[in-house]
């Protein structure tokens, strides 16, 4: 039965991130720290680097990796917050707000994951589902705050979209973002094509106040996109498919053991799927 711990090393799954960044900054909470604190205009792959490392460390990786990127994202997240009287209000350690993007990145992966490799089983979507939640448990989301079960996960994702806002934060951040202008040569060339991809997965009420024409002739070109890149992921080896993962947790381990007391063995959450799993019993997608 498959689990977070094999959904997540897709590399496929990147073509997502625009969406779920996107739909996170429509938070207009979100949006505001996002636009006032964060790295995305002068390093956009710092920020990307920061995301990637945290996901593949809590659904692959080791208790030191784990308690690394959790203090680094403590540590980032600690200066973000709003002012008094500003608004809107935001702090990084809100709980609703770490849900909410512990919900875009679940969304966000597991649609496309299963529109490359087919729907998952019933037993073992829930058990992904489920899993997704140590995303933002490991921070200061309670556990309590996860919806218990995917019907009830649907309920609350159609009632957050419905309550969305595409400001000037959100729209700043996402030009920035989709322009990446700051970024090495060979990603600002692949921009077109990430903002193409981007618009093609967002949900269709948000296309037009993040600036994108979406037509039914956009929709078939996606379509056909997705449908012909499909087959050839799912040929590639399963190391090739999963080099990113692979990549970003070295890089991970080499930064941690870089720093001055990294001996010292560090202590984890106990609970979620990096506890129970070593990467060595991790299944590969059929």
């Known amino acids: 039965m498959r689990s977070l711990a094999d959904i997540a090393p897709e590399g496929i799954l990147l073509a997502g991130a ?4 996107l739909l996170q900054i ?7 720290g996002v636009a ?3 790295h995305f205009v002068a390093h956009p792959m710092r920020r ?31 200066p973000v917050r709003s002012a008094p009287g500003e608004t809107p209000a935001y702090d990084a350690f809100d709980p609703e707000s770490q849900l909410w ?6 969304d966000s992966a597991v649609s496309l994951w299963e529109r490359v490799f087919g729907a998952l089983g019933d037993a073992e979507a829930e058990r992904v589902y489920r899993e997704y939640a140590v995303l933002g448990t490991t921070l200061q989301m309670p556990e309590g705050s996860w919806p218990a079960t995917r019907a009830d996960f649907a309920v609350y994702w159609a009632d957050r979209l419905e309550r969305l806002e595409v400001g000037r934060d959100a ?8 322009t990446a202008w700051n970024a090495p040569a060979p990603v600002r060339a692949a921009m077109p094509l990430v903002r193409f991809v981007t618009a093609g997965l967002l949900p269709d009420r948000l296309r037009a106040p993040y600036g994108f024409q979406w037509t039914d002739r956009r929709q078939r070109r ?8 499909a087959p050839v992921y799912r040929a590639l080896p399963t190391a090739v498919r999963q080099l990113p993962e692979r990549r970003y947790l070295a890089g991970l381990r080499r930064d941690r053991e870089w720093r001055p007391g990294h001996a010292a063995r560090a202590t984890a959450p106990t609970s979620g799927p990096h506890a129970a799993r070593s990467r060595s019993d991790a299944r590969t997608p059929r």
């Open 48 to 78: 990307l680097t920061a995301t990637l490392s945290y996901i593949y460390a809590l659904s692959n990786g080791d208790a030191e990796d784990v308690a690394a990127v959790r203090r680094a994202v403590n540590r980032a997240h600690a």
């Open 101 to 106: 993007v512990t919900a875009t990145l679940y």
């Open 222 to 229: 996606f379509d056909r996109l997705i449908d012909g890149i």
């Open 26 to 32: 429509a938070d207009p909470a979100v949006g505001r």
């Open 18 to 21: 625009g969406r779920a960044i």
């Open 171 to 178: 729209r700043r951040v996402s030009d920035a973002l989709l």
């Open 36 to 38: 006032a604190h964060s």
